[in-house]
């Protein structure tokens, strides 16, 4: 699946979340279409190494988020929902207070193994 780019002003940087030994995420929550009279407010989660990339972002920074889109189906009760969920892996932005970009890349997109295997099955969370 091709990548997918999430560009606006950073609202928020959450606190890294340790999910098990062996994975952690971290989310961003970008502020994207502020020229239209609805603008969105994106979430874009950082999984495990990635984590750290954000450290150089705070509120109010011009950020652009390459990202791809995660999906899966989890059953509940008789129904079956979707979670999808956007996954960054490259960031580059302008911080408010200066000039110098601040930018935090990935060399290569990350295949498959962001999340060790079994270990969305180990737990009930569909994400």
Avoid: H
């Amino acid at each position: 699946m091709d990548s997918v780019v999430v560009a606006g002003t950073v609202l928020r940087v959450l606190k890294e979340q340790k999910i098990s030994d062996s994975f952690t995420k971290r989310i961003i929550v970008v502020e994207a279409d502020q020229d239209t009279d609805y603008p969105q407010q994106v979430a874009v989660e950082f999984v495990n190494d990635k984590c750290q990339l954000l450290n150089k972002f705070s509120n109010g920074d011009f950020v652009t988020i390459d990202c791809n889109i995660r999906g899966k189906d989890f059953p509940k009760d008789d129904d079956l929902l979707n979670f999808t969920k956007l996954n960054g892996w490259r960031i580059k932005g302008t911080a408010t207070g200066g000039s110098e970009p601040a930018t935090a890349d990935v060399s290569d997109m990350p295949g498959s193994t962001d999340m060790p295997q079994g270990e969305a099955e180990a737990d009930d969370l569909p994400f």
